[in-house]
């Protein structure tokens, strides 16, 4: 696995996890109380004895490029290491549009010559915003043993969940010979070849291993953005391409309501994605901060981080985050709170005072529900949040969005006391 290079895709601008994307790239946004999004593929790598891995990264990037410095260091002797390829311009003066990414094919064409193709024997094409746990020696083993040019992760789906995923059909050797973006009605039906009649169709998880000479022909050949869209569907037209089939957890977190109910699944008794897995860790920067501290609280099926200060609270199937601040009488229930960067001290709160805001964290007597608090926000006293299910769209009050019936606080917000939501 030495010779294997995994390149994982640092998403575009991330517009349907606004607002948790207004100051981040989709990778960077907090996860499960104390990681990233971006930890999950690295961590997968890490654990498969892949450990070169490039990040391909464009938007709002720095808090991304910052935890990746801080928490990926190999040591001299692994040989391996993880590093950041932004999108850049050829020259100041020639510089125009095209010089960005213009989709997932386009941002790894554009390095195509920084990779070192003919010293790998495998690429692994990898999102950076997906949670799953995936041993990708056997994912490599399958892909060689097929003699595939390319080999697609795919998941088996239901009827129902298969209109909204791209859809591929395979023959009995397991040889992918077609594919349906978004497939209704008849075109859905045609495209049914798993062998579970509850979930005859093969979801495509948008993780790909290549061979680099394919890779490279492929790209140069068909000038279009995106993978799942165009590269996949034209290798099946000229090029060996293989299913694998993984039936293990796996959700794409590419929206709000997808982010919102794979976390609280985490704070179940028996959560689908399994963190304490001590053979297959999941890695993230290491903070040292203490223990959380709790007083005359009550907590049930919640998730909670590291240096937290909780007071006289009810918290109820919940994550929350790192140095979250917790107020006596506050009621949490089915929320994500991201916590907090730093701890105020008290010539801060003093400020606070003087300013007329509230301090980061929760104020006392505060109701949360059905809500993503997001890192660094300030809710003030006896404030009250409660989801809005009839707004399925999305409306932007500034210090809060509703989106798809949830409230968002985003990060650094003010929602000052006695605000009802």
């Known amino acids: 696995m030495r010779q294997v290079l995994g390149i994982i895709l640092g998403g575009g601008s991330g517009s349907r996890l606004y607002p948790l994307t207004k100051h981040r790239s989709k990778p960077a946004v907090p996860l499960a109380a104390k990681y990233r999004l ?11 004895d892949v450990s070169r891995i490039y990040v391909l990264t464009q938007f709002l990037s720095q808090s991304l490029h910052r935890h990746i410095h801080r928490t990926y260091q190999f040591d001299a002797f692994a040989g391996g290491w993880v590093q950041i390829m932004a999108a850049e311009q050829t020259s100041v003066e020639e510089a125009t549009a095209a010089d960005w990414y213009q989709g997932t094919a386009d941002a790894v064409r554009k390095h195509l010559s920084r990779f070192g193709l003919d010293r790998l024997t495998e690429v692994l094409i990898l999102s950076g915003d997906h949670l799953y746990r995936m041993d990708y020696r056997k994912f490599v083993a399958a892909h060689r043993e097929s003699n595939a040019h390319v080999t697609v992760a795919v998941q088996p789906v239901t009827r129902q969940t298969a209109p909204s995923l791209g859809i591929l059909k395979m023959d ?8 349906a973006e978004k497939p209704q009605g008849q075109a859905l039906d045609k495209m049914a070849s798993g062998d579970d009649p509850e979930k005859p169709f093969l979801a495509s998880m948008g993780i790909y291993v290549f061979d680099p000479d394919a890779l490279e022909e492929l790209l140069e050949t068909h000038k279009q953005d995106d993978f799942g869209k165009h590269i996949v569907p034209a290798a099946i037209e000229s090029h060996r391409v293989q299913a694998y089939t993984f039936d293990g957890y796996w959700e794409d977190i590419g929206t709000v309501r997808a982010f919102y109910e ?3 699944s985490l704070a ?4 689908p994605f399994d963190l304490y897995d001590h053979e297959h860790p999941i890695y993230t920067r290491p903070r040292f901060l203490p223990g959380t501290r709790t007083d005359d609280c009550h907590l049930e099926r919640v998730m909670l981080a590291d240096g937290c200060l909780l007071q006289d609270a009810i918290i109820t199937h919940s994550v929350i985050g ?3 601040i917790v107020k006596p009488g506050v009621r949490i229930s089915r929320s994500v709170v991201m916590g907090a960067d730093f701890y105020e001290d008290e010539a801060r709160r ?5 300013r007329g805001r509230p301090n980061v964290g929760i104020g006392s007597n505060s109701t949360i529900e059905g809500a ?6 300030r809710i003030g006293k006896n404030v009250v949040i409660r989801p809005h299910p009839e707004i399925t769209g999305m409306v ?12 968002i606080v985003p990060k650094n917000a003010i929602i000052p006391d006695r605000t009802v939501i």
Do not use: M, W
């Open 268 to 271: 179940l008794p028996h959560p």
């Open 372 to 377: 993503i608090i997001d890192k660094n926000a």
């Open 172 to 179: 009995q050797t397991g040889r992918i010979i077609e594919f």
């Open 396 to 407: 932007d009050e500034g210090n809060y969005v509703v989106r798809d019936g949830l409230v």
């Open 38 to 48: 971006i930890d999950v593929p690295i961590s997968n790598c890490i654990n498969s």
């Open 322 to 324: 790192l140095r979250s």
């Open 262 to 264: 794979a976390n609280l």
């Open 350 to 354: 003093a400020a606070n005072r003087e």
